[in-house]
């Protein structure tokens, strides 16, 4: 009789498995606590942590600001460009280097101040040259590996959209979206992946949708995930990974070569730019290390940007503005709600995660670790439109609103997942997997923090501590740290403004006052992020620290009608 040899790898031990599960919250809820024990016995400690923390905040809250308008830029920049015409720039580079430099001259000789640097005026004149001289340095980059350019014309891509039980008003605009697109729509390829849970009205819309837009496109159909697969929990990663392969069998029937498709995921609201992928298509086969991407569009939760009530405008906002302020430090960006990667890569990571609740952010690390530690996401400035939180009531909508918040706060369980492959995979150099395991616990311990101290602790040594409250340091500090914070708070007069020159135009529905009302909703972003975001986290941490694993929550989709 045979007898297995495999043993588990002491990383994977439960006991190790626990500690690394506990270790976020515990930490969290010890830097929530100390500043309450050590306002009793040394609140000058605390004192000049609290000076030191708001200094480092406002520091940090200009660097994002600064990242946001520079985020902004290359959006709406990129958004001007015609990415179906670049793409023939990697088919003959030197055809087009040589036209951009003629082009150059000719301007310079028409207008010889072009190519000066005018700090106090921007000529039209000045700014085509700008762009001309960009379009060499890329043109440029392109000659330097021509080598490994593919060829854009067999680029295909490939949209698994995965739903659950989301009604027609909401699956409709999304499925049309992708007939709206300015690409060859014979190489567009769509998968509605559907859950078999989800009943039978959620099949009947989905194969009406293959009905209605299936001939538009190289390939579309309709794949139903079965309920209780073995080795899955429920959840968007099994579905997906089902519909994943059946892509990869109807794409190795059709001889397509799997480096070849770029596979795109969307949940049911998620709705293209008109660009989305003729820039995606530029950005795969320029790149030497395609395989080795993911490409990660802006989220833009502007659907029903209008129709949503004010703290949830305000949440969907900042998530919209996190990534693209994300998207300047792409060394800290991660897959997040629609993202894309080659189906090659798919197929080597074994699709996706189908037993976490957040695949988005999981498959990242699965890539990273599967590729010894060669994988980065590489941002594509164009915006992949998404729906804000909105349920039938106002009290439903803000559970709704925390549960969605919960379960991406639910990304700490990669924690003990990153920390385990790192221990196991000696491949990486140490210097690379600490400062991806550091990244990814600041993030979520500043998530769960940083709200909580900003608003509370510079109060708690004044009331904790009688003897201290006699000092001038006692009554200086919160005076000292509103000044601080008032100072930082001058950087989101950039975010109204980004906000409000970002948003999709008015509903007929709505007067023109409601402009004002979208400018005072930034009142409200103190207690969005305690009440919503930071209490989110909180609760995630802390359920994972007693091993009350999170189950999926499909976020309820509601459209609001004229």
């Not at 001289?133 to 490939?158: F, I, K």
């Not at 159909?221 to 309920?227: C, E, G, L, R």
């Not at 189906?343 to 957040?358: E, F």
Request: hydrophobic share 45%; glycine share 4%; charged share 20%.
């Amino acid at each position: 009789m045979a007898t297995s040899t495999a043993t588990t790898h002491w990383a994977d031990e439960r006991w190790f498995v626990r500690l690394l599960e506990i270790f976020p919250g515990a930490v969290t809820w010890l830097t929530l606590t100390l500043p309450i024990v050590l306002s009793l016995i040394e609140p000058v400690w605390v004192a000049y942590f609290i000076i030191a923390f708001d200094l480092y905040w406002m520091i940090k809250s200009f660097r994002l600001s600064i990242n946001l308008i520079r985020g902004y830029r290359r959006l709406h920049l990129a958004q001007k460009l015609n990415w179906s015409a670049r793409l023939d720039w990697l088919k003959d580079p030197d055809k087009f280097i040589v036209q951009n430099e003629e082009a150059i001259r000719s301007l310079v000789k028409k207008y010889p101040h072009a190519r000066r640097r005018w700090w106090w005026r921007d000529t039209p004149a000045r700014k085509h040259f700008r762009l001309l001289r960009d379009d060499q340095e890329q043109l440029a980059t392109l000659m330097a590996h021509r080598t490994t350019l593919m060829d854009p014309d067999t680029v295909y891509h490939a949209v698994v959209v995965a739903t659950y039980n989301e009604s027609m008003d909401t699956l409709d605009p999304s499925i049309r979206s992708l007939t709206e697109v300015d690409f060859p729509l014979e190489r567009l390829m769509v998968v509605i992946a559907y859950e078999e849970r989800g009943g039978a009205e959620i099949e009947a819309n989905v194969k009406e949708l293959i009905r209605r837009y299936g001939d538009k496109f190289g390939l579309a159909m309709a794949v139903k995930h079965p309920y209780g697969l073995e080795g899955e929990i429920i959840g968007k990663g099994g579905n997906i990974t089902y519909a994943g392969r059946r892509l990869t069998a109807e794409v190795e029937k059709r001889g397509i070569d799997p480096e070849h498709v770029v596979v795109t995921t969307f949940d049911s609201d998620h709705r293209a730019s008109q660009n989305y992928f003729a820039y995606l298509s530029y950005l795969y086969a320029s790149d030497p290390n395609r395989i080795h991407k993911s490409f990660q569009p802006i989220p833009m939760f502007y659907n029903n940007i209008w129709d949503v009530p004010a703290p949830m405008r305000v949440i969907a906002t900042g998530n919209s503005f996190w990534l693209l302020m994300e998207t300047m430090r792409p060394h800290r960006l991660r897959n997040f709600a629609a993202h894309a990667q080659s189906l090659a890569a798919l197929i080597a990571t074994d699709y996706w995660s189908v037993t976490t609740i957040v695949e988005d952010g999981h498959q990242f690390w699965r890539t990273y670790f599967t590729y010894d530690g060669d994988h980065e996401v590489v941002p594509v400035f164009t915006p992949v439109y998404q729906d804000a939180v909105l349920d039938s009531t106002l009290l439903k909508t803000f559970k709704v609103q925390f549960l969605q918040l919960r379960r991406w706060a639910w990304g700490v369980s990669d924690f003990s997942y990153v920390v385990r492959n790192a221990i196991k995979n000696k491949k990486i150099p140490w210097s690379n997997k600490l400062v991806q395991i550091g990244r990814l616990f600041e993030g979520h311990f500043s998530w769960a923090t940083a709200p909580l101290i900003l608003t509370f602790v510079a109060w708690l040594p004044l009331f904790l501590n009688r003897q201290f409250s006699y000092q001038s340091l006692a009554h200086n500090l919160p005076i000292i740290t509103s000044r601080i914070l008032t100072l930082a708070s001058v950087t989101i007069a950039i975010t109204i403004f980004i906000s409000v020159i970002s948003l999709p135009p008015k509903p007929e529905r709505y007067r023109g006052w409601r402009f004002l009302v979208m400018i005072g909703q930034w009142s409200l972003l103190p207690i969005t992020s305690m009440c919503f975001s930071a209490f989110a986290a909180i609760n995630a941490q802390t359920r994972l620290m007693f091993g009350r694993y999170l189950e999926f929550y499909v976020t309820p989709k509601a459209t609001k009608k004229k």
